[in-house]
């Protein structure tokens, strides 16, 4: 009796994904059905049509809304041609093999990370080379070696050294370069002593971005973090570090045209004359790369090194689902940036994306309409809501009113793809529903809300 009691009682539950939240209404006959597809990042959960891939386009919505619970490759073909950094529950840094999929925590909860590929052109970001010891001013005398590729410049401060204490892994599994510093200015003006990571060639117009970590432990003088073009020297980005822990991203410094050939990325202090910078400074995960944004962290070792793009593509089911003649979808991201950047794109055409300024959210290819207008990428925390039959198009961005068009989705839905297509949507994902029909406007509307 006892097993004939828990059967009835297992029987009476729902699944998590048939909770009437989850549920849109039908555009045109009101009929209000569950989706046919959910990929919830956020939550580590996954469900598709139980119906076979072949028979989705032709199967009605009532049947593909029957689910089973899958896993992500249930859903998603992931390949990535690298290892790639992200961030894990505990806020450390960790390493996920090629063709490994990131579920970042970079904003203190589980989200899929997204990225196109990129060089960090710090030759030994893991601190590779270095030697313990003191480098002085002079050059003579010298017994510490700094990592491949960084190097002291005194500015001109005619005496001093620095200290280069040790390297330690710390509790975040980063590699943290300690340096002291000691160093007089007895000139007659103002002098900027610096420690480089990296001096690279540039080119007029290249948007240059340049990332680190920096633990101020103490230091006399104001320390600033800086990308800057060489001969004739000029700041292309800069921030001021506080003491304590720093985290500095320099986005999209633009490489100017006045005859300047280097990109060096580096910190150092103003020092006027007569003056000594005394600090201690720890320095781990050092980046500099060509791209409008700082991307995951990408460790070197003597040498360059490039991430590879993520790749996510959608798997048979949800791929026949996207093709269906009616079609509802719901995505909700944050951080999301990239011009042209497709959420969920074809190989040459956009389904929904952002537009080439990333001042608009788009649905459709060549004949798009604006979802979301005088957005700013990388965008808040959003949700987005389209939807399109053989009558049209819709969507709501945020919770905006509905935009319509008669004219129906032009896309090429032979493949498809999750945070790119033409265009790369760079960022974090928390969900992705797909509905075997296209949603009302006012269930748009309702369903195009942040994660929460």
């Not at 990370?113 to 003191?134: D, I, K």
């Not at 819709?394 to 033409?422: K, V």
Request: with cysteine; charged share 15%; glycine share 12%.
């Amino acid at each position: 009796m006892l097993g004939t009691g828990l059967d009835i009682m297992l029987a009476g539950q729902k699944a998590w994904w048939q909770a009437p939240a989850r549920a849109a209404t039908e555009e045109g006959t009101g009929i209000s059905r569950l989706p046919a597809s959910i990929a919830s990042f956020r939550l580590g959960r996954y469900a598709v049509t139980n119906r076979e891939a072949a028979s989705i386009a032709a199967a009605s919505a009532d049947a593909l809304t029957q689910m089973q619970a899958v896993g992500f490759s249930g859903l998603f073909s992931f390949t990535r041609a690298s290892n790639a950094s992200f961030i894990d529950a505990g806020g450390n840094l960790q390493i996920a093999a090629s063709d490994v999929p990131r579920f970042d925590h970079t904003n203190g909860k589980r989200q899929l990370l997204l990225e196109g590929a990129s060089a960090n052109a710090v030759l030994a970001s893991e601190m590779t080379g270095f030697t313990a010891g003191r480098r002085y001013h002079d050059g003579i005398g010298n017994v510490g070696v700094l990592p491949t590729g960084m190097s002291v410049n005194f500015g001109g401060a005619n005496t001093g050294y620095v200290d280069l204490i040790s390297v330690i892994t710390d509790s975040r599994g980063r590699k943290r370069l300690r340096l002291e510093f000691n160093i007089a200015n007895a000139t007659g003006s103002t002098q900027f002593p610096r420690f480089r990571f990296a001096e690279v060639a540039g080119v007029a117009g290249e948007l240059w971005s340049a990332s680190v970590f920096v633990a101020v432990i103490s230091s006399s003088h104001t320390v600033s973090m800086l990308t800057e073009a060489q001969t004739p020297t000029g700041s292309m980005q800069s921030a001021n570090l506080v003491t304590g822990d720093n985290t500095i991203m320099l986005n999209g410094g633009v490489f100017p045209s006045g005859g300047q050939t280097m990109v060096r990325s580096q910190f150092g202090v103003s020092l006027p004359t007569g003056q000594t910078w005394t600090a201690v400074i720890d320095v781990a995960c050092p980046q500099l790369e060509k791209s409008p944004r700082c991307t995951s962290y990408i460790p070197t070792t003597g040498t360059a090194a490039t991430r590879a793009a993520d790749n996510c593509q959608f798997g048979p089911k949800a791929l026949a689902l996207i093709g269906r003649t009616a079609v509802g979808i719901v995505l909700k991201g944050e951080a999301i940036w990239g011009p042209s950047g497709n959420f969920v794109g074809c190989a040459s055409s956009r389904i929904v994306g952002l537009n080439t300024a990333q001042t608009q959210i788009s649905l459709g290819n060549a004949s798009a309409i604006q979802v979301g207008s005088a957005v700013t990428a990388p965008l808040p925390a959003f949700g987005t809501a389209v939807g399109w039959d053989g009558a049209g198009k819709a969507g709501s961005y945020n919770g905006a009113a509905i935009a319509t068009s008669a004219t129906p989705h032009d896309a090429t839905f032979t493949s498809a793809f999750l945070g790119r297509g033409s265009g790369f949507a760079n960022g974090w994902y928390d969900e992705f529903v797909l509905y075997p029909f296209r949603p009302s406007g006012a269930s748009l509307v309702a369903k195009a809300v942040a994660f929460v």
